[in-house]
């Protein structure tokens, strides 16, 4: 790919391209492989269902088809791995596992362990794009998003959507202890987009120091990098508690009838 159509991509700015000492190293990072790593080997503890989660039927497939559908079917994402919890038996009847683009691997105790066993397949160089196997209605828009900020935050960013509603920390007793200021607050969403290698290298150091990992951006920041907070739709949810199953099968026959 040229530097002129990295830019008409928004894979990296023309002011990159103006800047003489980083071209090469711009378009080195948009011309990667973007490879998609799916953590699906939680068991829905908050779901309280028969199965896991992630295995629920919503418009027709579980919700974990839906979400490889969705990044199978990207242009730009060349793999789809994705991680798995050693007792799962569905996976392989899911039309969808056969792919030629899809990879499984087994996920560990925490979805951070899953992540890092995901993340040893993928290629050093390369970028990691961490979805969610619980978050179904995500759009190929938001995906083209991520990975056009790409340009603007070269070490990595999320979606992510501003907090909307005014924020109460809870006291002992359950009542409102205080109001937190919801200036600047964002909900992170998924993916989460960095490259391979330093994800791989700061998830690692940052869990072996025991830091709290729940999303990728965590590792980041704990190795002091700021990344980049892309806003991204409020119907990419996670599918979490059983009143969410409602939403996602609504705002799934929205995208499906839209088609
Ligand atoms: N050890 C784990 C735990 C979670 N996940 C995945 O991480 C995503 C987000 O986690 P969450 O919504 O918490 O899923 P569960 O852990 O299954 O839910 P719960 O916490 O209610 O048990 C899910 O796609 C889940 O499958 C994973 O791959 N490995
Ligand atoms: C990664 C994530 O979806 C970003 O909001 C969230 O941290 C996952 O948390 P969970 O407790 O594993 O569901």
Redesign the pocket.
Known sequence: MTALECVEHGLITSANLENQSEPAIQIEHATQAVVAIVPAA?IGSRMGADRPKQYLEVCGQSILAHTLDRLLSHPQISQVIVALHPDDDIFDSLPQAIHPKLIKVLGGGE?ADSVLAALQLAPQNSWALVH?A??PCLTAADIDKLLASRGQFPQGAILAMPVRDTMKRANQLGGIGTTVCRDDLW????P?LFPTGQLKGYLNAAMAAGAVV??EASAMEWAGISPGLVSGRADNI?V?HPDDLGLAELFLMRALSSR
């Not at 909900?187 to 998924?190: G, I, P, R």
């Open positions: 939680g979805r969610d619980a978050r909900h992170a969403l998924t989460q729940t999303d996670k979490t």
